[in-house]
């Protein structure tokens, strides 16, 4: 499927209809994390609030912990 995006005031916005919605479980009120790869975009609906909190905060211990060996493992 190609979608183009639509003006949004002063940003672009991409519409997702409902059966895409549907498919991934979302609704329109349903809050989505952004992030890209550096050439796609990626959309997750958050399924689970207080789980993607504990993820997200085990995450950036497991970067702060590791920053050097991450760094070492990028170059």
């Given amino acids: 499927m190609i979608k183009s995006l639509?003006?949004?005031?002063?940003?672009?916005?991409?519409?997702?209809?409902?059966?895409?919605?549907s498919l991934l479980g979302a609704t329109p009120?349903?809050?989505?994390e952004v992030a890209t790869d550096g050439n796609s975009l990626i959309l997750?609906?958050?399924r689970d609030g207080v789980r993607h909190k504990?993820?997200?905060?085990?995450?950036?211990?497991?970067?702060?912990?590791y920053t050097k060996t991450f760094e070492e493992l990028a170059h």
Avoid at 6 to 21: R, T
Avoid at 55 to 65: D, H, V
């Fill in 6 to 21: 639509v003006k949004h005031g002063n940003s672009s916005a991409l519409v997702i209809e409902k059966p895409i919605l």
């Fill in 29 to 32: 009120e349903s809050a989505f």
């Fill in 44 to 46: 997750t609906p958050i």
């Fill in 54 to 65: 504990r993820f997200q905060k085990a995450l950036e211990k497991t970067g702060k912990r």
